[in-house]
């Protein structure tokens, strides 16, 4: 699985993507940003207040209920702010 | 009508992307433009947009899909620029070609309210001392882009 950070999520984790291989039990976006927060301080310190997180599964924005599966590529970014 | 989709770090030509959208044909009857400018606030020296490349140009043209299936649209253009920005220079353009004005009007705000919540762009601001923030996004954006329903 492709985790990709953008914005402060990257500056925080240190990595604009990684390749991870989570236990079958992490089964959605919400599971996988518990199970990525333990990796390093880094990452804690990303996903410290998951309000402030949006998640995108294969470029579809999607909520902390999504599934995820090995093969996806899931980004965590802040809300967006474009335009 | 294909839309236009372009993220580039060079600046835009408003007067070529306009004329663009009627070369060659007659049946356009309007067309409406949004360019949104860096401001200077708080002694602001640049913004840094950054974006998530593949996913960006599928969000806005998805965007610029519902735009088209709601006006009956001759052509849009849409341009968003990345990279370094300093106040006075353009971030974004947004052209809405139609035959009549409220179409072209309505698909130009509707296009510019989505991009702020619905693309993938984030801004850093620069300041002159070295300090650096990424900007919040606001839930008044939020409200407007929602408001289309």
Known sequence: MRVLYFAWLRQRTGAGEEEVSPPAEVADVGG?????????????AAFADPAQV????NQEFCGPEH????????????????G | MTPTVRVQEAGFDLAAETAALSAGRTDVGG?????????????????????YPGMTERAIAGIAAQAASRWPLTGCTVVHRIGRIQPGEAIVLVLAASRHRMAALEACAFLIDWLKTGAPFWKREEFADGAGRWVEARAEDEARAKGWG
């Open chain 1, 32 to 44: 996988l940003m518990r199970w990525l927060a333990a990796r390093s301080p880094g990452h804690a």
């Open chain 1, 54 to 57: 949006r998640a995108a599964v």
């Open chain 1, 67 to 82: 599934p995820v599966a090995p093969g996806d590529e899931v980004a965590f970014f802040p809300p967006v702010t474009g």
């Open chain 2, 31 to 51: 067309i409406a433009s949004f360019v949104g400018l860096c401001r200077a606030d708080d002694g602001l020296e640049a913004l840094v947009l950054e974006h």
